[in-house]
């Protein structure tokens, strides 16, 4: 069933993007804004546009009842959250579905999934894709967490499991460090995403961090190719460069990829 109006729950550029495309399919576009972009290109060029001021601009695009709000009263099919501030957040996903209002991306259950490393590890083995050595639930204990560490060799990398954005992560060198390290990480984890669990993996050297772009409709996904994003500040990227991968490498890793997003039930 296709769309008559949809709401952008974003700004800027990737608003404007949107909104476009929306354009091109002959749909209405609604978007919500905050007072800092009342008069920002995106709104001027709406349908419809809704206010939701809030004294910090960014919240905004963050309150999930006033956007779900918004979304109801303007009598939106769906809701394009963009990339960014809600685009990726379980609740607002669920609180979509009760309302009987589409969200354009991936489930709740899906997001839950793969915002979860550990689970997402696990969802990753099971489809049989290659997983770096390491543990498979999380590790609370220091005795066991060391033992495993030894076992899969030093140097190694623990990392939160409801880590993002380059934070949660501790590379351990030797095994006189993995005390505090985990310690560390753990309390890390806990102040940045309210969860101290971790786990460990083999931390691999001089690996390249290559990403490819997928769209999937739940049951079946293609890849657009992939972007070098090894260029990075404290574990975040700076550029994004694309093609990177010879035809062979990129028909390997683009297949492993679709296979992941077909087994978990990827949407968007």
Known sequence: ???????IANRGEIALRILRTLRDMGIEVAIIHGREDRLSIPV??????YPIYS??????????EAVVKAAKELECDAVHPGYGFLAENAEFVRRLEEEGITFI???????TLLGDKIEARAAMEAAGLPTAKGSSEPISDEKVASTLAEEIGYPVIIKAAAGGGGIGMQIVEKGDEFASALKLCQSRAKSAFGDERVFVEKYIQGAQHVEFQVLG???NAIHFGERFCSIQRRHQKLVEEGPWLDDAKRTEIGDLVCRGAETVGYKG
């Open 217 to 219: 409709d739940g049951k």
């Open 105 to 111: 991306g991936p489930s709740a259950d899906v997001i």
């Open 44 to 49: 001027r060029l709406s349908d419809i546009a």
């Open 55 to 64: 004294s910090n601009p960014l919240d905004s695009y963050l309150n999930i």
């Open 1 to 7: 069933m296709g769309f008559k109006r949809v709401l």
